[in-house]
Protein backbone atom coordinates (compact mmCIF):
# COMPACT_ATOMS: atom_id res chain seq x y z
CA UNK A 1 0.00 0.00 0.00
CA UNK A 2 2.74 2.38 0.98
CA UNK A 3 4.24 1.88 -2.73
CA UNK A 4 1.09 2.57 -4.46
CA UNK A 5 0.60 5.74 -2.06
CA UNK A 6 4.54 6.92 -3.55
CA UNK A 7 3.34 5.86 -6.98
CA UNK A 8 0.51 7.93 -7.15
CA UNK A 9 2.21 11.07 -5.51
CA UNK A 10 4.73 10.60 -8.14
CA UNK A 11 2.29 10.09 -11.29
CA UNK A 12 0.10 13.23 -10.28
CA UNK A 13 2.89 15.40 -9.76
CA UNK A 14 4.39 14.55 -13.43
CA UNK A 15 0.64 14.91 -14.91
CA UNK A 16 0.76 18.66 -12.80
CA UNK A 17 4.09 19.45 -13.90
CA UNK A 18 3.57 18.43 -18.06
CA UNK A 19 2.22 21.12 -20.27
CA UNK A 20 0.41 24.39 -19.46
CA UNK A 21 1.58 27.94 -19.84
CA UNK A 22 5.05 29.09 -17.92
CA UNK A 23 4.48 33.12 -17.02
CA UNK A 24 6.78 35.29 -15.96
CA UNK A 25 5.94 39.18 -15.28
CA UNK A 26 6.93 42.24 -13.66
CA UNK A 27 5.13 45.65 -13.13
CA UNK A 28 6.12 49.07 -11.97
CA UNK A 29 4.41 49.02 -8.29
CA UNK A 30 4.25 52.41 -8.38
CA UNK A 31 1.59 52.77 -11.82
CA UNK A 32 -1.80 53.22 -10.39
CA UNK A 33 -3.49 50.65 -13.18
CA UNK A 34 -6.98 51.79 -12.81
CA UNK A 35 -6.60 54.70 -14.36
CA UNK A 36 -5.82 53.05 -17.74
CA UNK A 37 -9.03 52.82 -19.97
CA UNK A 38 -8.27 52.87 -23.05
CA UNK A 39 -5.45 51.15 -25.18
CA UNK A 40 -4.15 50.42 -29.04
CA UNK A 41 -1.82 48.25 -30.09
CA UNK A 42 1.45 49.66 -30.91
CA UNK A 43 1.58 50.83 -34.47
CA UNK A 44 4.84 49.65 -35.57
CA UNK A 45 4.71 46.10 -34.11
CA UNK A 46 6.82 43.53 -35.46
CA UNK A 47 5.27 40.43 -33.43
CA UNK A 48 7.25 38.13 -35.30
CA UNK A 49 4.03 35.63 -35.98
CA UNK A 50 2.36 35.30 -39.92
CA UNK A 51 -0.45 37.59 -40.27
CA UNK A 52 -3.20 34.82 -39.98
CA UNK A 53 -1.71 34.42 -36.37
CA UNK A 54 -0.99 37.89 -35.31
CA UNK A 55 -4.71 38.39 -35.99
CA UNK A 56 -6.12 35.62 -33.73
CA UNK A 57 -3.70 36.92 -31.37
CA UNK A 58 -5.11 40.51 -31.49
CA UNK A 59 -8.47 39.58 -31.62
CA UNK A 60 -8.28 37.06 -28.15
CA UNK A 61 -6.55 40.32 -26.42
CA UNK A 62 -9.52 42.04 -27.56
CA UNK A 63 -11.75 39.84 -25.38
CA UNK A 64 -9.46 39.77 -22.61
CA UNK A 65 -9.37 43.59 -22.67
CA UNK A 66 -13.11 44.03 -23.07
CA UNK A 67 -13.83 42.11 -20.40
CA UNK A 68 -11.08 44.06 -18.50
CA UNK A 69 -13.43 47.47 -19.25
CA UNK A 70 -10.79 48.74 -21.48
CA UNK A 71 -12.27 50.12 -24.57
CA UNK A 72 -9.56 50.50 -27.66
CA UNK A 73 -9.27 54.04 -28.85
CA UNK A 74 -7.47 55.92 -31.26
CA UNK A 75 -5.68 58.11 -28.77
CA UNK A 76 -4.52 55.34 -26.05
CA UNK A 77 -3.77 55.67 -22.60
CA UNK A 78 -1.51 52.63 -23.23
CA UNK A 79 -0.05 50.47 -26.27
CA UNK A 80 0.21 46.55 -26.34
CA UNK A 81 3.03 45.25 -28.14
CA UNK A 82 3.99 41.61 -28.57
CA UNK A 83 6.92 40.13 -29.43
CA UNK A 84 7.49 36.32 -30.48
CA UNK A 85 10.26 33.97 -30.62
CA UNK A 86 10.03 30.40 -31.54
CA UNK A 87 12.48 27.49 -30.20
CA UNK A 88 13.21 23.64 -30.86
CA UNK A 89 14.03 20.71 -27.92
CA UNK A 90 14.05 17.38 -28.01
CA UNK A 91 10.95 15.69 -26.89
CA UNK A 92 11.30 15.10 -22.86
CA UNK A 93 9.26 11.88 -24.03
CA UNK A 94 11.13 8.28 -23.34
CA UNK A 95 11.34 4.88 -22.41
CA UNK A 96 13.74 3.58 -19.60
CA UNK A 97 15.53 0.83 -20.35
CA UNK A 98 17.46 -1.03 -17.49
CA UNK A 99 19.98 -4.21 -16.63
CA UNK A 100 20.80 -5.31 -13.77
CA UNK A 101 22.63 -8.14 -11.74
CA UNK A 102 23.70 -9.39 -8.99
CA UNK A 103 24.82 -11.96 -6.73
CA UNK A 104 27.18 -12.64 -4.10
CA UNK A 105 26.79 -8.91 -2.29
CA UNK A 106 28.30 -7.09 -5.79
CA UNK A 107 25.38 -5.25 -7.74
CA UNK A 108 25.78 -4.43 -11.02
CA UNK A 109 22.61 -1.92 -12.87
CA UNK A 110 23.33 -0.03 -16.01
CA UNK A 111 20.78 1.85 -17.59
CA UNK A 112 19.25 4.79 -20.09
CA UNK A 113 16.39 6.39 -21.82
CA UNK A 114 15.49 5.96 -25.90
CA UNK A 115 13.87 9.47 -26.94
CA UNK A 116 10.28 8.87 -28.23
CA UNK A 117 8.84 11.31 -30.74
CA UNK A 118 10.81 13.78 -32.86
CA UNK A 119 11.69 18.03 -31.45
CA UNK A 120 9.11 20.30 -30.26
CA UNK A 121 8.22 23.60 -31.02
CA UNK A 122 8.19 26.07 -27.94
CA UNK A 123 6.66 29.89 -28.66
CA UNK A 124 8.08 32.01 -26.17
CA UNK A 125 5.49 35.62 -26.32
CA UNK A 126 6.71 38.53 -24.72
CA UNK A 127 3.29 41.00 -23.84
CA UNK A 128 4.40 44.70 -23.18
CA UNK A 129 2.42 47.49 -21.57
CA UNK A 130 3.78 51.30 -22.29
CA UNK A 131 2.27 54.15 -20.61
CA UNK A 132 1.77 56.14 -24.04
CA UNK A 133 2.05 59.80 -22.42
CA UNK A 134 5.68 58.80 -20.22
CA UNK A 135 6.62 56.36 -23.10
CA UNK A 136 7.60 53.88 -20.53
CA UNK A 137 7.49 50.06 -20.08
CA UNK A 138 4.87 50.08 -17.34
CA UNK A 139 4.05 45.97 -17.15
CA UNK A 140 5.66 43.13 -18.81
CA UNK A 141 4.89 39.18 -19.01
CA UNK A 142 6.81 36.67 -20.97
CA UNK A 143 4.42 33.51 -21.30
CA UNK A 144 5.96 30.17 -22.96
CA UNK A 145 4.31 27.40 -24.09
CA UNK A 146 4.01 24.39 -26.01
CA UNK A 147 3.41 25.39 -29.70
CA UNK A 148 2.38 23.29 -32.90
CA UNK A 149 2.74 25.71 -36.27
CA UNK A 150 0.74 23.09 -38.32
CA UNK A 151 -2.20 22.92 -35.75
CA UNK A 152 -5.56 24.24 -36.71
CA UNK A 153 -6.75 27.65 -36.43
CA UNK A 154 -9.20 26.49 -33.90
CA UNK A 155 -6.17 24.89 -31.64
CA UNK A 156 -4.02 28.19 -32.44
CA UNK A 157 -6.60 30.63 -30.70
CA UNK A 158 -6.98 27.83 -27.79
CA UNK A 159 -3.56 28.32 -27.39
CA UNK A 160 -3.71 31.79 -27.43
CA UNK A 161 -6.57 32.44 -25.17
CA UNK A 162 -4.45 30.22 -22.57
CA UNK A 163 -1.79 32.44 -23.03
CA UNK A 164 -3.31 35.79 -22.38
Same mark, same amino acid.
Given at each position: ?10 ? /???? #????? /??? @???? =? ?6 ? !??? !??? !? ?9 ? =? ?5 ? @? ?5 ? #? ?10 ? !? ?9 ? +???? +? ?10 ? @? ?13 ? *????? /?????? #??? =??? @???? #? ?11 ? *? ?9
Amino acid at each position: MKHFILLFLFL /TCML #VSCGG /THV @VHDY =DEKQDFLR !YKT !YAF !YPEMVSGLNDL =DQKRLLM @VTENEMK #VKGLIISEAPDI !YINFKTSFSER +ASSN +AIGVGVGSGGGG @VNIGLGGAIPIGGPQ *TFLEL /TIDFVD #VKK =DEL @VWQA #VAERKFHPNASPN *TKTDVFQKII
